[in-house]
């Protein structure tokens, strides 16, 4: 037989069969696909122990094949609460008795969070399931300067009332978040509103990002975008105060909005106004973002409530 590629240990390494795992080897590292959350870590163990480079693909399909014995709500929230706290909230909308909300963390992102508590980032993000529920994340920077998710909640809806809730879910969990310095988040005027009223001891940092973005929705001039992003990142308040009197001079329009929506709360969003604001570097809700983005490799809109609790 000729092969178009060469027979070599490069390419045979990625065919299905090459690292297929034999029952005993898939027995051995059931309790780890049990109680491990990362992927990688799974990969990296099969890969030290048995030298074959399974993908992430393949971490989903065992995880739902150890979890198949697990099919009613009852039995999924049963397993979660073995391995942490689960909250749930039934409303009559849509319907009479339904789930609406549900705030979840393990015991070992409980820790997390008392090791690193002065920051988190806050965000949501959609079609990860069916059931159109938006799945939230509460993330803190760890000693490498990583975002590591303590916390996991999902909500019908995204108002004020449904981030209060999941905040003061937040509370009970941790059984203390007084530690928490500062919010990170987007310009989301419900999470701004929820953090207010839920932890009034924290600052707030608007992403600086979605700041920029905003700002610049409200003009096509490409010099006052470029003037309104360093009003976000500028240092000092004297160059603040500059480049707000250049936009004023040149989009009277801009220097209205931001007069009547932004620079009443500007030290939210303006570098130049938080000296005192712990962020650990932190001016962008990117590391929720990218957190994001790493679970929706593995959760889809079609996918069932059910499911991606699995």
Not at 75 to 98: Q, T, V
Not at 174 to 193: L, N, R, V, W, Y
Request: glycine share 2%; charged share 30%.
């Amino acid at each position: 037989m000729v092969h178009n590629h060469p027979c070599s240990r490069v390419y045979m390494q990625n065919d299905p069969w090459y690292r297929r795992l034999t029952v005993e080897e898939k027995e051995n590292i059931e309790p780890l696909l049990q109680q491990s959350h990362s992927s990688d870590e799974i990969i990296m163990h099969v890969k030290e122990k048995y030298n074959k480079d399974i993908t992430r693909i393949d971490v989903k399909n065992m995880k739902a094949a150890v979890n198949k014995g697990i099919s009613s709500r009852r039995d999924i929230f049963e397993f979660l609460k073995s391995r942490g706290k689960l909250m749930e909230y039934y409303s009559d909308e849509p319907i009479r008795n339904s789930l609406t909300r549900i705030c979840f963390a393990t015991y070992e992102q409980m820790e997390l969070y008392k090791q690193f508590p002065e920051v988190v980032g806050i965000d949501s993000t959609y079609n990860t399931n069916k059931g159109k529920y938006s799945l939230f994340q509460l993330l803190v920077t760890d000693n490498f300067g990583r975002g590591r998710p303590v916390l996991f909640a999902w909500t019908r809806k995204e108002f004020k009332r449904d981030v209060v809730w999941i905040l003061d879910c937040f509370r009970q969990i941790m059984e203390d978040t007084s530690k928490t310095e500062s919010f990170i988040m987007d310009c989301a005027q419900a999470e701004i509103a929820a953090v207010k009223l839920t932890h009034r001891q924290a600052h707030i940092v608007l992403c600086s990002f979605h700041v920029c973005r905003a700002f610049c929705r409200k003009t096509r001039n490409p010099i006052v975008k470029n003037y309104l992003c360093r009003l976000v990142q500028c240092k000092r308040r004297s160059e603040f105060n500059f480049y707000f009197r250049v936009i004023s001079r040149l989009d009277a329009n801009v220097s209205q909005y931001l007069q009547r929506r932004w620079m009443h709360r500007r030290e939210l969003w303006a570098a130049c106004f938080r000296d005192n604001v712990l962020t650990f570097g932190n001016d962008t809700n990117n590391r929720v973002e990218s957190s994001h983005k790493q679970m929706k490799r593995f959760l889809q809109r079609s996918d069932s409530l059910h499911k991606i609790f699995q």
